[in-house]
């Protein structure tokens, strides 16, 4: 419903006075109006006690891992052996579990100016008592509008930030998207040399394995004030709302709740330094295009040597041409809640990684190869993210029994272990139809499209998974990529898939059939398994029979 609290936002942002009193005339001539809804009759209602509310944070690495900070040792973050771990490891100069990132990020979440306001307010307080941050924490602050920084200097609160290394980095993704940057040269050979765990804690909205920094092994979603806290902690193995952050000048510690603003503080401050004005002089310039008198081609200039920007291969070379969905090998057997960010990842291009190694060869320096995101117009440096992740679990890949971590694959039928860009080649020179088998809830994540597009340019034609994040299902069939799901109770262990088999799709496709997922196993013994197409609709077959959408749009273009 509309109400006052919307009204008085439309205008705190500079919305026009006509389009303020439309709004409201609408939402009460409608019926949308909040007091015309205090009679509505619902047919679920949810009951939430607000008084239950407390501090939280999620992690680690799921967003859905909700962490209360007053349960951090009943948890296992902060226990006492962990927090005298890290004590005696502290010695050693970077303690274990240590914060090595610390960042104010996210257009979602920095868009809110009180939790803005929130983290400034606990910075100034840290500064008048003496806190500085930890050394090895790296510190950022990159909030989603021009308007944050003109707030903050109304309230004279953005030096507080800066003067604790919260200084303004961009207005774009950064460190939620994996791009936070490199270390301190000597804090990451000390993160290798001692195999440390290592954290990041920002407040982004997704936490995934490998997502934030490759140095990062688990990263903690929390509000922008508890960032702040956490840069001046320096480590998870630490009781943020019982242990001291510090010492004073009197030698008194300075605990959070020392720290922490009063809502009315916040109020305060948002209600005199957060003026209309300041959104109309970021957001009326933004449409000013009278202005603009450069004239540009109709036709881009592609160049041949760029690695941000190539022609794309969709329309033509293997993805222009028929699937067989026959004698498909696995690429990959993967298990429950593969994400977006295990397909395709984000963050930081390492020098080994294969797509570093491209780079490399292309003649970039290491220091301008920058993050996977940055070059996805690429598709020869791009196809080189698929499956990248380091965190990545390849069922086929095993050692003594055991699998290995990485960004590895097992090539068949031979058998031998490689790279999974190196194996990704292999198939693609010998021209071999692949399939992804997989467990529940693949694709969850971010709605990155080259999580699709990087299979199909391997040449997977099927992905068999328990179960589809919708938005990724779409984006593989959008891509011609086949989607199929096991019945309930049939999955990769009771079939028994090793990956040497090889799989055949059998029956004709149309939007939620039945079809046969026929295995053939190395022996010989043939498994016919039901599985259902996960095309949802007749368009999504038409689409996924012409190869993709961008060739069913070519192919209706060309027709008219």
């Known amino acids: 419903y509309i109400d006052e609290q919307t009204i008085n936002y439309l205008k705190l942002t500079g919305r026009d006075e006509e389009q303020v009193t ?27 006690d607000l008084s239950s509310v407390t501090r939280n944070m999620a992690g680690p690495s799921n967003p859905h891992r909700r962490l209360p900070t007053a349960e951090l040792a009943t948890r296992g973050i902060a226990d006492a052996e962990k927090l005298n771990a890290d004590k005696l490891s502290a010695n050693q100069n970077l303690p ?37 941050r930890k050394p090895w924490v790296k510190t950022s602050f990159a909030p989603g509008s021009k308007v944050a920084k003109l707030y903050l200097e109304e309230a004279g609160l953005l030096t507080e930030l800066e003067q604790l290394g919260f200084g303004i980095v961009g207005y774009a993704c950064t460190t939620c998207n994996g791009m936070s940057g490199a270390l301190e040269p000597a804090i990451q050979q000390e993160i290798i040399e001692r195999d440390l765990y290592t954290t990041a804690v920002l407040s982004g909205n997704r936490n ?5 920094h490759p140095y990062a092994k688990q990263a903690f979603l929390a509000s922008p004030p508890l960032v702040v806290a956490y840069a001046l902690a320096g480590t998870m193995r630490f009781d943020i709302e019982r242990d001291a952050l510090g010492i004073n000048s009197q030698g008194e510690p300075i605990y959070l709740s020392d720290l ?18 300041q959104f109309k002089q970021v957001y009326i310039q933004m449409f000013k295009l009278d202005d603009d008198q450069h004239a540009t081609k109709p036709l881009y200039d592609w160049r041949e040597m760029s690695t941000y920007i190539r022609r794309p291969p969709y329309w033509q070379g293997a ?36 797509a570093g190694e491209y780079l490399a060869q292309m003649g970039l320096p290491e220091e301008d190869f920058n993050s996977y995101a940055t070059h996805r117009g690429d598709h020869l440096t791009a196809q080189r ?14 050692d003594n029994g055991e699998m290995v971590q990485g960004s590895l694959a097992r090539v068949e039928p031979e058998g031998q272990v490689m790279r999974m860009w190196e194996a990704i080649e292999t ?63 049939t999955n990769r262990h009771t079939l ?42 007749a368009d999504e077959v038409h689409v996924y029979q012409a190869g993709g959408v961008l060739q069913r749009f070519a192919q209706d273009f060309l027709a008219e």
């Open 208 to 212: 995934f394995d490998g997502r934030i």
């Open 96 to 132: 274990d579990g240590a914060v090595i990132i610390a960042a104010i990020t996210s257009c979602t979440n920095t868009s809110n100016p009180r939790n803005v306001v929130a983290a400034a307010l606990v910075a100034k307080k840290a500064n008048q008592v003496g806190l500085i």
């Open 260 to 277: 922490w603003p009063s809502d009315e503080e916040i109020d305060a401050v948002v209600k005199t330094s957060v003026k209309p004005e």
């Open 319 to 354: 993805l222009a041409g028929e699937r067989t969905l026959s004698a498909m090998r696995p690429l990959a057997i993967l298990g429950d809640n593969i994400t977006t960010d295990h397909l395709s990842p984000s963050n930081a291009i390492l020098p080994t990684s294969a």
């Open 22 to 48: 439309l709004v409201e005339n609408y939402a009460k001539q409608t019926g949308l109006w909040a007091n015309d809804l205090q009679t509505a009759v619902y047919e679920r209602v949810l009951e939430f």
């Open 427 to 489: 198939y693609m020179q010998r021209k071999q139809p692949l399939i992804v088998i997989a467990g529940a809830d693949y694709g969850q994540g971010s709605s990155r499209d080259w999580a699709a597009k990087g299979v199909r340019l391997a040449g997977v034609e099927v992905i068999a998974a328990e179960g589809f994040e919708r938005i990724h299902r779409t984006n593989l069939v959008g891509m011609g990529v086949l989607p199929l799901q096991f019945k309930a109770g």
């Open 385 to 398: 993210a698929t499956f990248a992740n380091p965190k990545l679990f390849n069922e086929m890949v095993k």
């Open 496 to 537: 028994a898939l090793d990956g040497s088999e090889l799989y055949d799709v059998v029956g004709e496709i149309a939007a939620g059939v039945d079809l046969a997922l026929v295995i053939t196993r190395t022996n010989g013994e043939k498994l016919d398994v039901a599985v259902t197409c996960r095309l949802d609709t």
